[in-house]
């Protein structure tokens, strides 16, 4: 199923950061720092099952309930 990566990014863009902007700008500045390249991932992407686990790992290094 395509797209579930950015699917993911999203998901823990917005439940990291509620309405807050500046933590929503520093939770993607982390992912991109983590080595996601969160430009790179869309709706039609192909999913690659070491990414999606990658941010399986992040979100819970970032305390963000799955």
């Known amino acids: 199923m395509a797209g579930q990566i950015k699917e993911m990014i999203d998901s823990i863009v917005a439940?990291?950061?509620?309405?807050?902007?500046?933590?929503?700008?520093?939770?993607?500045?982390?992912?991109?720092?983590?080595?996601?390249?969160?430009?790179?991932?869309?709706?039609?992407?192909?999913?690659?099952?070491?990414v999606l686990s990658r941010l399986k790992e992040i979100a819970i290094e970032l305390g963000v309930p799955s």
């Open 15 to 50: 439940r990291r950061a509620g309405d807050n902007e500046i933590i929503r700008k520093t939770t993607r500045t982390k992912l991109i720092l983590k080595g996601i390249e969160i430009g790179r991932w869309s709706e039609t992407s192909p999913d690659d099952p070491a």
